[in-house]
T-cell receptor, first 115, second 115 residues
Framework: AQKVTQAQTEISVVEKEDVTLDCVYE???????LFWYKQPPSGELVFLIRRNSFDEQNEISGRYSWNFQKSTSSFNFTITASQVVDSAVYFCALSGNQAGTALIFGKGTTLSVSS | KAGVTQTPRYLIKTRGQQVTLSCSPISGHRSVSWYQQTPGQGLQFLFEYFSETQRNKGNFPGRFSGRQFSNSRSEMNVSTLELGDSALYLC??????????????FGQGTRLTVV
């Protein structure tokens, strides 16, 4: 079965702190894709990144960075120098052959950044 | 480029009624997926349509159905509404070349309340 676990339900930080959101996944597929989405209060899910199982290179995009480690089945997301606008619910998701094109989401981590 | 548009944004229905939600994908996207989001179950995959055919289906009862039109617009229908169907229903569109899992872009959702 495929599963995504985001153990952190809520995280609160003060502006300018760095914060890491954890994501652990389970799958028997050899080819799979991992995603991160952000859900602000308005409701829509905003796509942040897609990573395939053959690409373990870490990625940095501005203040965002992602660390993919197949050995520990983890795909963690770090926000550097957090800002109030980063406050949202963040979801990690997985898709692979078992579930076809369906995204299997974790329960999400609510990030609150205060000024 | 216009994003994914879902209508209506909010809906209140009575138990036993049926409801139809609409989704217009990003121009050029042929895959439309539907997800249900509730506080208890999180984000769950309902079904996916590609070129007017249901390509994938989640674990939901037959009361939940959908269809896709030739212009890629999609509708989902829920019959005999139950209180537990109260949720945010999100639609996602993607290019989805073949079965490759390209990134999905989400609409703002329809908030359905069943009373």
């Amino acid at each position: 079965a495929q599963k995504v676990t985001q153990a952190q339900t809520e995280i609160s930080v003060v502006e300018k702190e760095d914060v890491t959101l954890d994501c652990v996944y389970e799958t028997r597929d050899t080819t799979y894709y991992l995603f991160w989405y952000k859900q602000p209060p308005s409701g829509e899910l905003v796509f942040l990144i897609r990573r395939n199982s053959f690409d373990e290179q870490n990625e940095i995009s501005g203040r965002y960075s992602w660390n993919f480690q197949k050995s520990t089945s983890s795909f963690n997301f770090t926000i550097t120098a957090s800002q109030v606008v980063d406050s949202a619910v963040y979801f990690c998701a997985l898709s692979g052959n078992q579930a076809g094109t369906a995204l299997i989401f974790g329960k999400g981590t609510t990030l609150s950044v205060s000024s | 480029k216009a994003g994914v548009t879902q209508t209506p944004r909010y809906l209140i229905k009575t138990r036993g009624q049926q409801v139809t939600l609409s989704c217009s994908p990003i121009s050029g996207h042929r895959s439309v997926s539907w997800y249900q989001q509730t506080p208890g179950q999180g984000l769950q995959f309902l079904f996916e349509y590609f070129s007017e055919t249901q390509r994938n289906k989640g674990n939901f009862p037959g009361r939940f159905s959908g269809r896709q039109f030739s212009n890629s617009r999609s509708e989902m229908n829920v019959s005999t509404l139950e209180l537990g169907d109260s949720a945010l229903y999100l639609c996602a569109s993607s290019l989805s070349r073949g079965r490759m899992n390209t990134e999905a872009f989400f609409g703002q959702g329809t908030r359905l309340t069943v009373v």
